[in-house]
C-alpha cells in the first residue's frame, strides 16, 4: 500500500477555513485518497474521498493535484466540534483493498 | 440506521488468558476490517474478511485470528493474551466502494 505523509499536528481559528495537506507520492493508478477523522475516543468517521477529480460534500473539500501525489482536505468553516486526528489514507476503490492509518495530522479549533 | 455494532465495549483480561470480540456490520456492508489502536497511535490493520474468507493480514501474529459469518458479521480472536495487547479494538465494514463505518470500539484492558 502507498504511505502518506501528514503534519502531526495544526490549528486553525474558529469559523475559518482549515486546510490539511497530504503527500503520498507512491500512489498507484487505481488507488483512491481517503479521509477520515477521530474525535477523542471514538472510532474514525469517514469524510470525504476521490479519485483525481476535486471533490465536495456535506463536510469538506478535496482537492487532488493534477499529478496526484498530493491532496487537501478543506473545512471551509472550522468549528470547535472540528478538533480531531484527520487521517490521509490511500487505497484501492475493492473488497481487497485495506486502508492503512499513520499517526494523522491533529487539528485543534481555537476560539 | 444501525451502523456498525461493536461488543463488548470494554473488557478486562489477565495475561495469557483469550478474548472473542464482537462485531456487527453496517446494513448493506459484507467486508469486515479489523485494527487495534493504542494509546496515542493511529489505528493499525489486523486484517480484512470478505466472503468468510480473510483476504488481507497486516503485521500480527498468529494468535490473532479471525472469522466471518453468512451474515457478515466478525470475531476477532487473541490467543495468549500479554499487557501489550491493551488497546482499543475497532472493527470497520465496507462494500469495497466508498468508505469504511467504523465502530465505537472495544476497550481491551490486560492485567
Known amino acids: 500500500d502507498a504511505k502518506t505523509t501528514q503534519p502531526p499536528s495544526m490549528d486553525c481559528a474558529e469559523g475559518r477555513a482549515a486546510n490539511l495537506p497530504c503527500n503520498h507520492s507512491?500512489?498507484?493508478?487505481?488507488?483512491?485518497v481517503y479521509w477520515y477523522r477521530q474525535i477523542h475516543s471514538q472510532g474514525p468517521q469517514y469524510i470525504i474521498h476521490?479519485?483525481?477529480n476535486n471533490e465536495t460534500n456535506e463536510m469538506a473539500s478535496l482537492i487532488i493535484t493534477e499529478d496526484r501525489k498530493s491532496s487537501t482536505l478543506i473545512l471551509p468553516h472550522a468549528t470547535l466540534r472540528d478538533t480531531a486526528v484527520y487521517y490521509c489514507?490511500?487505497?484501492?476503490?475493492?473488497?481487497?483493498?485495506?486502508?492503512?492509518f499513520g499517526d494523522g495530522t491533529t487539528l485543534t479549533v481555537k476560539p | 440506521d444501525a451502523g456498525v455494532t461493536q461488543s463488548p465495549t470494554h473488557l478486562i483480561k489477565t495475561r495469557g488468558q483469550q478474548v472473542t470480540l464482537r462485531c456487527s456490520p453496517k446494513?448493506?456492508?459484507?467486508?469486515v476490517s479489523w485494527y487495534q489502536q493504542a494509546l496515542g497511535q493511529g489505528p493499525q490493520f489486523i486484517f480484512q474478511y470478505y466472503e468468510e474468507e480473510e483476504r488481507q493480514r497486516g503485521n500480527f501474529p498468529d494468535r490473532f485470528s479471525g472469522h466471518q459469518f453468512p451474515n457478515y458479521s466478525s470475531e476477532l480472536n487473541v490467543n495468549a493474551l500479554l499487557l501489550g495487547d491493551s488497546a482499543l479494538y475497532l472493527c470497520?465494514?465496507?462494500?469495497?466502494?466508498?468508505?469504511?463505518?467504523f465502530g465505537s470500539g472495544t476497550r481491551l484492558t490486560v492485567v
Open positions: 476521490g479519485l483525481k
Open positions: 507512491t500512489i498507484s493508478g487505481n488507488e483512491y
Open positions: 489514507i490511500v487505497r484501492p476503490n475493492t473488497n481487497a483493498g485495506k486502508s492503512t
Open positions: 446494513s448493506g456492508h459484507d467486508t
Open positions: 470497520a465494514s465496507s462494500t469495497g466502494r466508498g468508505g469504511y463505518t
